[in-house]
């Protein structure tokens, strides 16, 4: 956060030359940002958040490798990735002797290094979070610096000058399980049962309870049926589905985009 901070005090206060990245994100993507000039500035910032990963094969390296040979001084590259710096990562070893490349390790906080964290965060926002919100934050996303200040952006412009509170983490943040629910419901929508297994076998790796996690998809799948249900047919409403069936309009989104493929 500090080096995005500095990098927009100096180059770019406007936030025109800053681009980001996530997982997903391809060559070709990174290398058209890379690559265009600074607009009224001298220096460009491109983010990658968890784009490189930890299963990255030496075929799948070799575009990345020449891409990073490529980018020009008017560029500046941060990469933030959850990889040992002295792993044999394909990537990372190929620069790791280059004088132009610096290695910042960044240790993971503890619940309350990030619940301190995050309350100055808020503050140097000039807003206010509440403890419980703080809690539910945490319960939500975890001590993921790079994953909280998009989340802590997101909640200070929604609070709009009052104090967050825990509602507000509710509404609007979802929890990694959540979101792998969501993106399992995706994924079975599509007909793509091997990403669907893939998550969910994630999240059973990861310590989740197996009844849980099936609760979570029994709930998925009935909203699923009350919209289609609700709209049979009909061009929906999306602000008065939400209210009629008293769910997040975001939730509704979701459903509507895969109802209409079930």
């Known amino acids: 956060t500090e080096l995005l901070d500095g990098f927009a005090k100096k180059y770019d206060p406007s936030g025109l030359n800053t681009t980001r990245f996530r997982e997903g994100a391809s060559v070709g993507e990174v290398q058209a940002a890379a690559m265009t000039q600074p607009f009224l500035a001298t220096k460009r910032l491109i983010v990658l958040e968890g784009v490189w990963g930890k299963k990255m094969t030496k075929d ?122 969501f993106a399992t419901m995706d994924a079975l929508s599509a007909r793509d049962t091997k990403r669907a297994m893939e998550l969910l076998h994630g999240r059973l790796r990861a310590g989740d309870n197996e009844f849980y996690l099936l609760t979570m998809l029994t709930r998925e799948i009935r909203i699923l049926l009350m919209v289609k249900d609700a709209t049979d047919g009909k061009r929906p409403d999306r602000s008065l589905l939400a209210q009629t069936l008293k769910l997040h309009p975001f939730i509704i989104g979701k459903a509507l985009g895969n109802a209409a493929r079930f």
């Open 60 to 181: 799948l390296a070799e575009p990345w490798v020449e891409l990073l040979k490529s980018v020009p001084e008017t560029t500046v590259l941060i990469s933030r990735e959850t990889i040992d710096a002295d792993a044999k990562h394909p990537i990372i070893k190929n620069f790791k002797q280059t004088k132009e490349v610096v290695h910042y390790p960044f240790p993971s906080m503890t619940l309350a290094e990030a619940a301190s964290w995050i309350e100055r965060e808020v503050q140097t926002r000039g807003s206010q979070i509440e403890r419980s919100a703080i809690q539910e934050l945490l319960a939500r996303v975890g001590p993921d610096s790079g994953l909280l200040i998009q989340e802590i952006d997101k909640l200070v412009s929604y609070a709009h000058g009052r104090a967050i509170g825990k509602s507000d983490v509710e509404t609007l943040v979802v929890s990694g399980i959540e979101s792998d629910i």
